[in-house]
């Protein structure tokens, strides 16, 4: 009898805390603030091992519904920290639209970013950072994910193997590098470099081709005799 006195005791222990945590749970979501928030601070993007052909990258910002659905669309606003952010709009990135809708349902909304890769320097480092305004009707919620900022550039790094083919390639550029990995799909090892060297200067070959058929400043290739 105390053994089952027991477990009966426990079972309404137990199915009191059940209680109490979804009523927890229930009162943050129904009393919690209404507001948005980014879903991260921040983000990085390297695109220099990217192929040349890439141009234009689209990049996602992700934003989160706090407090509850909501049954209607509503509006909520961006607004670009001008004294942080380095980016010459409709030159490097094509600016978003600020002034946007949360449609109704849905807890994430997306914001996409094109960027233009072709404009990028090689040796900058680019930033956005974005506020949420509170002068909509979504307004913010968490003063930690309130700003978004996010950096990103073109760089490529020297590889150890350029020094031992620069009789044939020049001097390093990035965009020689980025059209070989478009050509191959993958960026080249120093071990592939050493075993598989002439298969490698047949392709570096093409890209020299290519830079004599599209000429861009600064991309020279010595005139040399080519063992392949």
């Not at 979501?29 to 890439?54: D, M, R, V, W």
């Not at 996602?60 to 606003?77: D, I, P, Q, R």
């Not at 990135?93 to 914001?111: C, F, I, M, S």
């Amino acid at each position: 009898m105390k053994k089952i006195k027991f477990i009966s005791l426990l079972l309404v222990a137990i199915g009191a805390c059940f209680m109490c945590s979804c009523t927890a749970n229930e009162s943050f979501i129904y009393q919690g603030k209404e507001g948005i928030c980014f879903t991260s601070a921040s983000a990085h993007y390297a695109f220099g091992a990217l192929p040349l052909n890439q141009q234009t990258i689209k990049v996602k910002v992700v934003l989160e519904k706090t407090g509850f659905v909501s049954a209607e669309n509503k509006n909520y606003c961006l607004t670009i920290d001008t004294t942080q952010t380095n980016v010459r709009w409709g030159v490097e990135a094509e600016k978003p639209n600020l002034e946007r809708v949360w449609k109704a349902g849905l807890w994430h909304d997306t914001l996409y970013i094109n960027i233009k890769r072709d404009a990028l320097s090689f040796e900058k480092t680019y930033r956005m950072v974005f506020h949420i305004s509170n002068k909509c009707a979504l307004p913010a919620s968490v003063d930690e994910l309130s700003a978004y900022t996010l950096t990103f550039n073109n760089q490529l790094e020297k590889p150890q193997w350029w020094t031992e083919l620069s009789y044939w390639l020049g001097e390093y550029e990035p965009i020689k590098y980025q059209k070989y990995i478009e050509i191959t799909g993958a960026m080249l090892t120093i071990e592939e470099v050493k075993d598989h060297q002439y298969e490698v200067l047949r392709t570096f070959k093409r890209v020299k081709q290519f830079f004599e058929d599209n000429p861009r400043d600064g991309i020279l290739f010595p005139s040399v005799r080519w063992p392949v």
